[in-house]
């Protein structure tokens, strides 16, 4: 009797020709996928803190591939549930895929200087349907709400830190 190797079961030079044949666009495609596809983005702890600070509530950090979205599961305020302390809610809708929002993470900082006047909250747009109530239908977006759920303006994306803080301006006395 033949020892028979793991290496070589007694297929013939055909045999292991088509196994080779196959091999390798099977080996090059995995290659081209993984250096094409886009990496997930970090959760930073940092943010993740901020953002529960301005939520009032816990945050769930969802990386993506172009943006990691610190959203709020929290219900947002409305006339059945107002907010008691009467602060104003700023909602930003946000998701996993929007590079852009990825930009604009300095939002959750600048928003913390406004805590006690405002609740800032950042919403998925696939983990909640705040943004079919609202209307909302393009990633970045921010949504102005009073106590009572009200809506009391929109905007789209901020470029930097000073045009956040003149379309919070608008709504809310400097802090």
């Not at 297929?11 to 099977?26: A, D, N």
């Not at 009032?56 to 610190?70: F, Q």
Request: glycine letters at 6%; hydrophobic letters at 45%; proline letters at 5%.
């Amino acid at each position: 009797m033949r020892a028979t190797r793991w290496w070589n079961p007694g297929w013939s030079w055909k045999v292991w020709g088509v196994v080779t044949l196959l091999l390798i666009p099977t080996v090059g495609l995995s290659a081209w996928v993984l250096a094409e596809a886009d990496p997930q983005t970090k959760i930073d702890a940092a943010t993740l803190g901020v953002a529960q600070a301005n939520a009032d509530s816990d945050v769930i950090a969802i990386t993506g591939t172009a943006h990691t979205v610190y959203h709020s599961p929290a219900p947002l305020p409305s006339a059945a549930t107002p907010r008691g302390d009467g602060r104003y809610t700023l909602v930003w809708f946000t998701n996993q895929t929007c590079a852009r929002c990825q930009q604009e993470l300095f939002v959750h900082k600048t928003m913390a200087n406004y805590r006690g006047k405002v609740v800032f909250v950042e919403k998925a747009t696939d983990r909640d349907n705040a943004d079919d109530q609202l209307g909302v239908k393009d990633v970045p977006s921010f949504v102005w709400l009073d106590a009572n759920g009200k809506e009391l303006g929109r905007f789209g994306a901020v470029a930097d830190d000073a045009a956040l803080q003149a379309e919070v301006a608008k709504v809310v006395a400097q802090p």
